[in-house]
């Protein structure tokens, strides 16, 4: 067998899974999601998480959760189950939203603003193990009831 077999079958196997996920409802939450923390985070470099300086519930929740799914998708990635790794990933969207809601990120307190950066690069870490969605264009029109 050719060595780079098994590196294009991964690959086909990620895209199937993202065309798979195209059809379900969250998907557009998945795409959102990771856009939104790129454009925040651009040219941030990512730290420990400091969890002192975690002060707002959601953002505890958050940091749980990122590492709960986290851990979730590197079992599946291993499994080569990516749709359920996006699955997983996906179930965020609500606790991200609340996130986003209810902390301010960009805060004067550097340290402060550090932090919740690293935490929001952390969650779309988890996203970008199984590919990088900021980079997917969807006609949002296809996604109208």
Same mark, same amino acid.
């Given at each position: 067998?050719?060595?780079? #077999? ?75 189950? #990516? ?59 296809? #996604?109208?009831?």
């Amino acid at each position: 067998m050719h060595p780079g #077999y098994g590196l294009l079958t991964d690959l086909v196997e990620r895209v199937a899974a993202l065309k798979m996920m195209r059809s379900e409802p969250n998907f557009l939450s998945i795409l959102d999601s990771a856009k939104r923390i790129a454009n925040i985070t651009v040219g941030h470099t990512p730290e420990p998480i400091d969890l002192r300086l975690l002060r707002e519930p959601e953002e505890v929740r958050l940091n749980d959760l990122a590492t709960m799914v986290g851990d979730q998708i590197d079992e599946m990635i291993s499994e080569r189950n #990516y749709v359920r790794a996006m699955q997983s990933f996906a179930a965020m969207a609500p606790e991200l939203e609340s996130f986003f809601k209810e902390v301010m990120v960009m805060v004067d307190d550097n340290a402060l603003r550090r932090n919740r950066m690293s935490l929001l690069q952390k969650v779309g870490q988890a996203a970008g193990k199984i590919a990088d969605v900021t980079k997917i264009v969807v006609d949002r029109s296809d #996604y109208r009831a």
